[in-house]
């Protein structure tokens, strides 16, 4: 990590970088989990969602880049442009979407198994539901409909 040029980093780069990775992975994450079983470039999102994640990331990044050395609840915070490496911020971008890719291939392949197999009735197909027995008739309790009459309690 010293050879990198990030293997000195203090307590508070550290505080920082945990806050950008989950600030940026979460949203890919989001990405990544409206499109259910297709890549997720394979839905093309809103522009309404489009635009927010990209001022979410944005800040997040520019906090995170820009933020004074400080302590926020009794936790160092410090800057990641303030102190080397000053690249560290595209570091913590390249390794969260790196791992997206992977996330996102991952879910398409567990989707596509989960399909192979009908794994938690993925596909759809009615199960068949238990018989019943209503008035000493078993009938499906598809076909079952319940009437109370006026003198039984409700």
């Known amino acids: 990590m010293h050879?990198?040029?990030?293997g000195s980093?203090?307590?508070?780069?550290?505080?920082?970088?945990?806050?950008?990775?989950?600030?940026i992975s979460d949203f890919l994450t989001l990405f990544s989990a409206?499109?259910?079983d297709g890549f997720f470039w394979s839905s093309v999102p809103s522009p309404i969602l489009t635009g927010a994640a990209m001022t979410s990331l944005l800040l997040s990044t520019l906090l995170a880049c820009f933020w004074p050395d400080?302590?926020?609840d009794k936790q160092r915070v410090e800057g990641l442009a303030n102190?080397?490496?000053?690249l560290l911020a595209l570091y913590i971008w390249i390794y969260c979407?790196?791992?997206w890719f992977v996330q996102d291939a991952a879910k398409v392949v567990l989707y596509s198994w989960m399909h192979h197999?009908?794994?938690?009735?993925?596909?759809?197909k009615p199960k068949s539901r238990p018989m019943e027995t209503l008035n000493g008739t078993k009938k499906a309790m598809s076909t079952?409909?319940?009437?109370t009459s006026p003198e039984s309690p409700v």
């Not at 050879?3 to 990030?6: D, N």
């Not at 197999?117 to 759809?124: A, E, F, H, Q, W």
């Not at 079952?144 to 009437?147: A, G, H, L, N, Q």
Request: glycine residues 6%.
């Open 3 to 6: 050879q990198w040029g990030i």
């Open 9 to 23: 980093l203090s307590y508070g780069q550290i505080t920082t970088v945990i806050y950008l990775k989950v600030s």
């Open 34 to 36: 409206r499109t259910h």
């Open 70 to 72: 400080s302590t926020v």
């Open 83 to 86: 102190h080397e490496p000053r």
């Open 97 to 99: 979407i790196f791992w």
């Open 117 to 124: 197999y009908n794994i938690l009735n993925i596909n759809g």
């Open 144 to 147: 079952t409909s319940i009437v």
